[in-house]
């Protein structure tokens, strides 16, 4: 657009010019106002041609800039394709895992005693997924409540469940 008013402009230039110098005007007055008319196109088309470079200016600044996000951007997907195949990737390990676990849960519960059995899966709720705790330091891992010798005699019996005395999570000492 600014390209096509300048060509237009120097156009203009060009006639009023061709006007000026052709000598078919003879009166002074009409030289005078051709000769103004040419001087204010000019000034006019030096303007026109300051803001066509300005904007020439300005679009290879926004080319570059532009560049610059095209840039960026392939990165950040290049990244984050690649945080997805490893999120896959880990994603499955898990669903593996778990499916392992499962089948070795699976195997041991069918070896429990019913009654044992509802009295874990209750713990297990109520204490946010925890229901046994170890002796650890002649303590409960889960509380650190220090358990008595006898307690922890208690938890090293297969005889009957031994229940901490503050969490009251199942005790075990193997």
Do not use: W
């Not at 650890?136 to 889960?142: F, G, K, P, V």
């Amino acid at each position: 657009q600014s390209e096509a008013e300048v060509e237009k402009q120097s156009l203009k230039i060009e006639q009023t010019e061709a006007s000026l110098y052709s000598g078919q005007v003879h009166n002074p007055k009409e030289l005078q106002d051709l000769q103004m008319d040419v001087a204010s196109l000019k000034k006019h088309l030096g303007t026109l041609e300051e803001r066509e470079l300005e904007a020439m200016l300005r679009a290879e600044e926004t080319e570059k800039e532009l560049n610059a996000a095209s840039e960026k951007l392939a990165e950040a997907q290049s990244r984050s394709k690649n945080q997805n195949q490893d999120l896959a990737k880990e994603s499955e390990a898990l669903n593996r895992d778990l499916e392992r676990l499962e089948a070795e849960r699976s195997a041991v519960i069918g070896d429990l005693d019913e009654q044992a059995l509802r009295t874990y899966e209750q713990l297990r709720r109520q204490k946010r997924g925890v229901a046994i705790a170890t002796v650890n330091e002649d303590a409960c891992s889960a509380c650190g409540t220090t358990l008595t010798a006898s307690q922890q005699q208690s938890a090293r019996s297969a005889a009957q469940l031994f229940y901490c005395p503050t969490c009251g999570r199942i005790v075990y000492s193997g």
